[in-house]
């Protein structure tokens, strides 16, 4: 009798808001795998921002397969190890540049619509809606954000318009959480804000976890970026397994772009590839129904590696944008404090002055000014 093949285990490294799709695939694959090989395939999933995740593999997180935000975020492990975790052509070996799911960018509101949101331009108003937003540095739905603010300015006036328009964003942001994740936890638990930008997908699932009575609606403003979130499998570390962790490395990797995987991210609020699967969920329709269009990074910025370069590197435009956001913050807060600290001793000075003034008998009354009182009084 032929003994039983041995498990394997595999580690999927992810980005937050992924982690209800992950669960569920990896159950669904386990068991076509299992029923195909006769091989267990099992799983450990790890879930934070898809930046924290993409150096947390490049300083020896073991991960051998990783599902990130964005393609600059799978090129950084790339680079780091100089291709010795994930191999240079990653994009090449799977469908679709191995693109394994798409989503856009929502604008999530309080219920009536308090702030009048209706698009884009409405978050850049002065002193207008306090905006909730994750922070950039930590995860891909921020840099995806900004992109989708950039795009729509930069089309309509160029790269001075869009810094322009991008600034006024962020001088209304009032808090950036770590992960798209913990900014729905901000913005529907702990109710900071006006408006939380985010996923669509993660607007999707999170109305559906807190129910309808929670439920709050979120507007896709057009046009708008197409968010296409690849994957890869970390050949340095899959090579130390045997073969049969491998292969199951592969065939999972594939299984994600079969029509009954597109059409489970579909059921948790991403957007199948139409080209893999034709079931589209009802967000998808909406949307199209409503004339929501959408536009690449390849297409409108000149491609992954361009703007990453001019936008996101030390240094570029993000990092411009928060410094001089940032800088003129801190400079009225310094104003705002020294400014309470004047009126603070003038008031002291007043009680003082005016109390020393009218004790001395001889003029002066309470109402003078320091200097006064001090002359008359003394």
């Given amino acids: 009798m032929a003994r039983p093949a041995e498990p394997v285990t595999l580690t999927l490294a992810s980005f937050a808001v ?52 964005m393609p600059p975020d799978i090129e950084r492990i790339v680079q780091a190890a100089r291709g010795a975790l994930v191999r240079p052509g990653w994009r090449a070996r799977y469908p679709n540049h191995s693109v394994v799911c798409e989503t856009t960018v929502a604008v999530v509101v309080r219920r009536g619509n308090p702030t009048g949101f209706s698009g884009w331009e409405d978050l850049a108003r002065p002193n207008g809606a306090r905006i909730v937003v994750a922070n950039p540095k930590t995860a891909g739905v921020a840099r995806w954000i900004f992109l989708a603010l950039w795009g729509h ?7 001075a318009a869009a810094r322009d328009y991008v600034t006024r964003v962020f001088d209304n942001v009032v808090v950036q959480p770590r992960d798209a994740r913990e900014a729905s936890d901000v913005f529907y638990r702990q109710r900071v804000g006006d408006v939380l930008l985010t996923y669509e997908n993660e607007a999707v699932l999170t109305n559906a976890v807190v129910g309808e009575d929670k439920a709050l609606p979120y507007l896709v403003p057009s046009p708008n970026v197409r968010i296409e979130c690849p994957l890869a499998l970390v050949d340095g570390v899959l090579e130390k397994k045997p073969r049969a962790a491998r292969d199951a490395a592969d065939a999972f990797a594939r299984f994600l772009f079969s029509p009954e995987a597109q059409a489970e991210f579909g059921r948790v ?14 967000h998808v329709r909406e949307s199209r129904s409503a004339g929501v269009r959408l536009w690449s990074v390849d297409g409108a910025l000149g491609g992954w590696p361009e703007a990453q ?62 200097a006064a009182a001090a002359a008359g009084g003394v």
């Fill in 269 to 282: 609020g991403f957007r199948p590839n139409p080209n893999l699967s034709r079931e589209l969920p009802e």
């Fill in 18 to 69: 992924t982690k209800q799709a992950y669960v569920r695939l990896t159950r669904l694959f386990r068991e076509r795998h299992r029923r195909a090989t006769g091989v267990d395939v099992r799983f450990r999933l790890a879930f934070a921002g898809s930046s924290v995740q993409a150096r947390a593999v490049s300083d020896g997180l073991p991960a051998d397969v990783v599902a990130l935000a």
């Fill in 153 to 159: 300015r930069m089309r309509r006036g160029g790269d």
């Fill in 309 to 370: 370069r001019a936008l996101f590197d030390p240094g570029a435009v993000l990092d411009q944008i928060q410094s001089d956001v940032g800088g003129r913050r801190m400079e009225a807060q310094r104003a705002a404090a020294s400014a309470a600290s004047a009126a603070r001793w003038e008031g002291v000075g007043r009680a003082l002055f005016g109390w020393m003034g009218g004790g001395g008998g001889g003029g002066g009354g309470g109402g003078g000014t320091p």
